[in-house]
């Protein structure tokens, strides 16, 4: 007789209570005749049971099927991911991608395109510009091309510059110019900046034997020199005018006048204005020139006659004078600045010729070429120039601005920053010794690649640990030691260092050898044209 077994865990009886149903064994099982009603109760379970079979399996099948769609697509974008990445290797030569092209893990029948991807012969690809038949990632360069090298310039380059003086060939000149400017600048002017201009007159004899002599001699002397002749105004009466005007002597009127043309002589973007009385004290470096792409200019405000000046310009320009530029050689022009000068004039003066303007105007007292011009430029060509004015140590800016300049153009804490002077007004310095020249010497070697000879070492020892103050000096009379640095201001030191850093710098980039058989050469020279200098390094060298 086959048994049927109930599972009865407990039964909670109306009191809440548990307990066991009697009747059954250890397992809660209680054992059942067999009978149709058991037999019903398993049948129905049975039903139930495989219901829920079906229904499960459907469930499973489902969730299969979306696991498989879910791989089948990432296979698939991966497929295009690596059919794109080996297009992109391959020059694309026609709209139609390569029907022999064969893709990872499947072979592509004749004739089958790729779906998705159109490509047109013009087509660009994401951040590459494409041509037909060019190929990635190789650069197709023409025959005798190359690729461009990047050179690193130590400094950036300067415009060429045209070193000017403007001279005659009398004695009291010759003196200044074989004694102390040729000397200097044929060692602290270098030749990579440019030629050195002398403007002469035509109509003297003189001055064309003493410019083929120098010509003949310009390699010795170690100068680039270029000789220019200027003739005198082709007006007689403004001649006589001129003559009239009373100032020192004609030859000086004369010089002043041909201030105003330098222009029409020299062609270079930027000229370096020396008189003949200058003197290089320093080698001048690029720093000492330009300052990102402008040129530097100096002015002051302790001379006395700043006043007397500022009239003349007044009466020039329209504008009044903003400092004294005469106060520094050489003063960098750029050559269009002069022009746009003389253009100003003649419309503000209203009238047809510079000689008419300058008669005009000098008739009344002394004027400064410098100083009209560089006012010209600081109010109409201001960017194209750094200033450095020394406006002394009793103003302040804003009662310098209130005194000086006109609304709108004033000055700020970035046009008083100190500079150096490379070059003095020499007939004002008694310096029987020429200290001057041995200091500056022994700065500028000092420290550098240049050799020092025994003589040498023993000149500049003297000099060991000094300050070259002269670099904020021009003549004994105007000097920066009034203003930026008064009583020895050590915030000029720093100012001094970097110059000579910057020589340092030039001098090991080839610009200086500062060779003083050069400067023997001129002085052995001067004595064969019956001028006697003293020793250029006087007591040494």
């Known amino acids: 007789m086959r048994m049927c077994f109930v599972f009865v865990a407990y039964v909670i009886t109306p009191g809440g209570s548990e307990r066991t149903i009697p009747g059954t064994n250890e397992l809660g099982f209680i054992p059942l005749p067999d009978c149709w009603f058991t037999r019903r109760r398993i049948s129905v379970l049975r039903e139930k049971v495989q219901w829920l079979i079906m229904k499960s399996g459907k469930f499973i099948l489902m969730l299969f099927l979306i696991v498989a769609v879910s791989i089948l697509y990432h296979n698939k974008s991966t497929k295009w991911e690596l059919v794109s990445k080996r297009i992109n290797t391959f020059s694309l030569k026609s709209s139609k991608p390569d029907p022999t092209l064969n893709l990872p893990k499947k072979n592509l029948i004749q004739n089958q395109t790729l779906p998705k991807i159109r490509l047109t012969p013009m087509q660009t690809l994401p951040k590459k510009s494409l041509n037909q038949n060019q190929t990635l990632p190789k650069i197709s360069l023409a025959p005798r091309q190359t690729l461009p090298k990047i ?106 006048y041909s201030s105003f043309l330098m222009d029409t002589f020299i062609k270079t973007p930027v000229l370096g204005w020396v008189d003949s009385d200058s003197k290089f004290i320093t080698p001048v470096a690029p720093e000492n020139i330009m300052t990102n792409g402008r040129l530097r200019v100096k002015g002051l405000n302790t001379s006395p006659t700043l006043e007397h000046y500022s009239s003349f310009t007044m009466q020039m320009l329209g504008k009044p004078l903003p400092g004294d530029f005469m106060c520094y050689f050489p003063v960098y022009i750029w050559t269009d600045t002069i022009t ?175 060779n003083m058989d050069m400067v023997k050469y001129i002085n052995s020279f001067a004595k064969s044209e019956n001028v006697t200098c003293a020793h250029f390094f006087r007591n040494g060298g």
């Open 151 to 256: 050179s690193l310039a130590p400094r950036p380059a300067l415009p060429e510059i045209t070193l000017v003086v403007r001279m005659t060939s009398i004695p009291r000149i010759l003196n200044l110019v074989y004694c102390h400017l040729f000397p200097s600048i044929s060692l602290y002017w270098s030749k990579r900046y440019g030629k050195v201009a002398v403007i002469l007159d035509k109509g003297s004899s003189k001055d064309k034997i003493f410019a083929e002599k120098l010509e003949r001699e310009k390699h010795k002397m170690g100068i680039d020199f270029q000789f220019f002749f200027e003739s005198l105004p082709k007006n007689s009466t403004a001649i006589k005018r001129m003559q009239q005007i009373k100032l020192r002597y004609f030859g000086y009127v004369i010089q002043l």
């Open 340 to 514: 746009n000068c003389n253009r100003h004039i003649l419309k503000h003066m209203n009238v047809t010729t510079l000689e008419e303007a300058f008669i005009k105007s000098a008739s009344r007292g002394l004027l400064s070429p410098v100083c009209i011009i560089l006012t010209y430029a600081f109010y109409f060509e201001r960017h194209r120039y750094d200033w450095h004015f020394d406006i002394g140590p009793r103003l302040n800016l804003t009662h310098y601005n209130k005194m000086y300049v006109l609304p709108g153009h004033e000055i700020t804490s970035a046009d008083v920053t100190y500079d150096v002077h490379v070059a003095t007004h020499n007939r004002y310095y008694v310096d029987p010794k020429n200290v001057i020249n041995r200091q500056g010497y022994c700065a500028a070697v000092a420290n550098s690649t240049i050799p020092m000879t025994k003589q040498t070492n023993q000149m500049c020892r003297r000099f060991n640990g000094t300050v070259f103050w002269t670099l904020f000096t021009l003549q004994t009379a105007m000097f920066h030691m009034n203003g930026w640095c008064v009583n020895h201001n050590p915030k000029c030191l720093p100012t001094v260092d970097e110059h000579y850093k910057n020589v340092k710098k030039a001098i090991k980039e080839g610009y200086y050898t500062l």
